[in-house]
């Protein structure tokens, strides 16, 4: 099985908000490790500092492709500098 490093989630969700999905991981010994990149439709400082308070390595307000791969890259490069 590989094993994965990287978790995008939506912050607004039905039952679990990305800010619960989070610190859940945090919380679990087994997914704590996880580079954990949040998005919203909603641009406010007070979702990227709530998000960051949960755990979250990086936020993506209004989604853009030319953001969300920028994001992705310095997931890729933090996921792999924790490989060493």
Do not use: W
Not at 12 to 39: C, N
Not at 51 to 64: D, E, I, P, Q, W
């Amino acid at each position: 099985a590989e094993q994965i490093n990287l978790i995008v989630s939506d912050i607004e969700m039905s039952e679990m908000d990305g800010y619960a999905l989070t610190r859940t991981l945090r919380e679990t010994p087994d997914f704590a490790h996880l580079y954990v990149l949040l998005h919203t439709s909603l641009d406010s400082a007070m979702n990227s500092e709530k998000a960051r308070l949960a755990g979250a390595n990086g936020v993506l307000t209004k989604f853009s492709s030319p953001e969300l791969t920028k994001c992705l890259i310095t997931a890729a490069k933090a996921v792999a500098e924790q490989g060493h």
